[in-house]
Structure formats: structure tokens, C-alpha cells
């Protein structure tokens, strides 16, 4: 097929990949935090016994953010 290919690495391209480029929005970040903490912490992860005070924390934190992202948006 004559399909368009990208270049061959170390072809003289300028183009780099973008991957791991820029950062997170603060509400990408907090929920993010929230997200890493729920994924390893026992007691979250178990759905009989619920959030631990970390996860409620960082809970109200991305809420929070994202409050505040909405009212920048909203005027």
C-alpha cells in the first residue's frame, strides 16, 4: 500500500514525541493524588469498609479544584 509512514528515528526529523510533555491542570493533579493513594491503600481498595481519612481528604481536595476550575470558566 502507498499509506504515508512516519520517519525513521535519526533521519535528521525535527519531531520529537510528545510524551511526559507539559503538566497536569491542578484538577488533573489532585485527582490524580487521589487516584494513586486509592489504588495502593488497603483499606480502599477493600469496598466493605469504605474511604480512609486520606482518601476523603484528597477527595475534598480535587473537589475543590475543580470547583475552582468551573468558576474560572463560568465567570
Known amino acids: ?3 504515508p509512514r512516519d520517519p525513521a ?3 535528521g526529523s525535527s519531531r520529537q514525541p510528545a510524551v511526559g510533555v507539559g503538566r497536569l491542570s491542578p484538577v488533573q493533579q489532585a485527582y ?3 487516584t494513586v493513594h486509592y489504588l495502593a ?3 480502599c481498595r477493600d469496598v466493605d469498609r ?3 481519612d486520606v482518601a476523603e481528604q484528597l ?3 480535587y473537589q ?3 470547583e475552582v476550575a468551573y468558576r474560572k470558566l463560568t465567570g
Open 1 to 3: 500500500m502507498d499509506e
Open 32 to 34: 490524580s493524588a487521589y
Open 41 to 43: 491503600c488497603v483499606i
Open 59 to 61: 477527595w475534598k481536595v
Open 9 to 11: 528515528p535519526g533521519d
Open 64 to 66: 475543590a479544584a475543580d
Open 50 to 52: 469504605g474511604w480512609c
